[in-house]
């Protein structure tokens, strides 16, 4: 017997399925809302979940994320309208078991009832080594918590994997994950950056060479693939590899043999292939940019990795922990994050993923210097404008009013509103704290946008000379060009 919520605001619906489900020995609960379905999951844990995609009071798939946070999320059943397939595909992505086109027939829902029912069963019953040793990683949003699935199952076996996202977003640190969780873990990890390799030492580098092969090859060299054995063969930036070289690596990956230049005898490697890229090889392939036979081959699995943009919950602890490890690493007392770092921090869109955030904070730690807190202002200018303009932009509904359009007053109101607007929805601080914040920032901000050009400050603050450096000394400020 199995415990099935149905959340769909047609009641004709609901009564539909709750009497098949009961018909079947099924317990059946129903909800006409997202609210009341989301309550109904937070209450009593469920085997199979029955969600429509419209609601009255919002899209049923964003019910998806939080469900695949659960430790045992149900097997989720989308029922959507023949007019909309993009329902079914954005369902598929965020973890659903499957969907029913409404209206369906009776048996059409019970037999994708059934094979749900069964895939669960199957799923209790395997047992199976989901452990991933994920301590590398940093951050547990929903996008993320469905890759660690992924990488579960890309361990249990040999298949290839295709490791796909942005620059920036952790491809070799999940292909070496999924090595050191693998069988292979007490072979070798070799990698391949595929965008280095000259279409002229291509075959050289990963088949190897004979000595007097060509002009340089003064020693015989074993090739990466060889190196490889046992282990598993990490091709980054596969799709950078020379059309003239993908005929040939196909072969490799199809029979396992390979000929090292200037050799008349084949060789072997048992090798695991992992591959990673970020650019769309479906779209090379038709721009005959790509193999379509070697694409098909290397993508046994497919494994898209979210950018940071998708994944806001991450920020603040990927950030946490490069301020320990960078202030560990130079021997320094760890620095606060103040809260407006944080939160420029996360409305960034972030171009350069991780990689870039790691980049960010590094640098703010460098121009901090012997601060103890990290400040918005330690942040780079460029930075801190884009953020700006677009909380002015969300805020206004239009562009950002430059100085020159002689609406000056009405801009800064505009900045002034959006800056402190985080006050009306918290405690306030006494009026001595909240001024003394406001003209550190203030402070901070003129330094940074004068260059620490003091007779620059003094003319667009109004301060006298004795005024300013007295404030400094308060704030424990120092003028520091960038």
Known sequence: MANILIIDDDQEICATLSSLGTRLSHQCRSAYSLSDGRLAVRQSPFDI?????????????????ELMMMADPPEIIILTGKGDPDGAE????GGAWGYILKPS?????SLTLERALQYREEKKGKAEKDILNISRFVGGSPKMKVCFKLMAQATRSDSNVLITGETGTGKELVARTIHENSSRAAGKFVFVDCASLTESLVESTLFGHRKGAFTGAQDSRIGLIKLADK??????????MPLSIQKSFLR???ERTFRPVGDTQE???DFRLLAATNRDLDDMVDRHEFRRDLLFRITTMRLPLPPLNQRPEDIRALATFQVTKLCAQYGIPEKTMDEDF???LEGYDWPGNVRELFNIIERSIVVSGAEKYLFAMHLPRHLRIQVAKEQIRKMTGSPVISEGDGEAGEEVRKIGQEIFQDIFDRPLPSLKIFKGTSERIYLGELMRQCNGDV???LSISGLSRSHFYALLKKYGLSIQPE
């Open 231 to 240: 282990g598993t063969l990490f091709l980054d930036e596969i799709g950078e």
């Open 342 to 344: 944080l939160e420029i």
């Open 105 to 109: 027939s009776i048996r059409e829902i």
């Open 90 to 93: 954005l369902a598929i992505q």
């Open 49 to 65: 979940l029955f969600l429509d995609v419209r609601l009255p009071d919002g899209n049923g798939l964003d019910l998806l994320p």
């Open 267 to 269: 060789q072997t490697s």
């Open 252 to 254: 490799v990956l199809q």
């Open 455 to 457: 007779a620059r400050i």
